[in-house]
């Protein structure tokens, strides 16, 4: 089974001379845009919905099959009332959150989680009673090349101010 792509908001992968694209992704809704989806035999778009995470796959008459897998959702949804709408061009997933009114900052809960592990460290764990300087190498350590990135500039800035006011 070839993937559709669900890094993103505006990825695609080729299927053969029309591409698959993942154009639009809300925390209720994900667009993909699939020529000729509409056409395909009653039974080729087959969903998956569980507490937080869904599967979709597509099978095609003459090309691989595709399929996006969403293994860890931000937050629960209502499996129940979950749906996928087959457009002339287009797939449309529908998720019901389980919670209503809950913000969701993205699809997946990676940033989430991430942030609740670290709230944890500080208010239980290894961090806990840490320095500020602890704090920022532990940020640093786990931040990503841009987060690392501003991280530096800002500890540059930082320094450059303090060097500009032990002069004056």
Known sequence: MKPISSSGRSSSSSTDSKTTSLTSCHPGSIYIDLPGVG???EGSVVSEFAKAAFS??????EKPCQELKMP?????????????VVKA????VKLKKAQVGQK???LHDAERKK??????????GDLKGATTEELLKDMYDNAD??????LREAMASGQAKRQNEGRT
């Not at 979709?56 to 008459?61: A, D, G, K, M, V």
């Not at 860890?72 to 996928?84: A, D």
């Not at 090349?145 to 501003?150: D, V, Y």
């Open 56 to 61: 979709l796959s597509i099978r095609f008459e």
């Open 89 to 92: 061009e287009r797939l449309v």
């Open 104 to 106: 969701w900052g993205a």
């Open 72 to 84: 860890n959702l931000c937050y629960e949804v209502e499996t129940g009332k979950c749906k996928v």
């Open 115 to 124: 942030k609740e592990m670290r709230d944890e460290r500080v208010q239980n």
């Open 145 to 150: 090349a841009e987060g690392k990135r501003s």
């Open 39 to 41: 056409n395909l035999p």
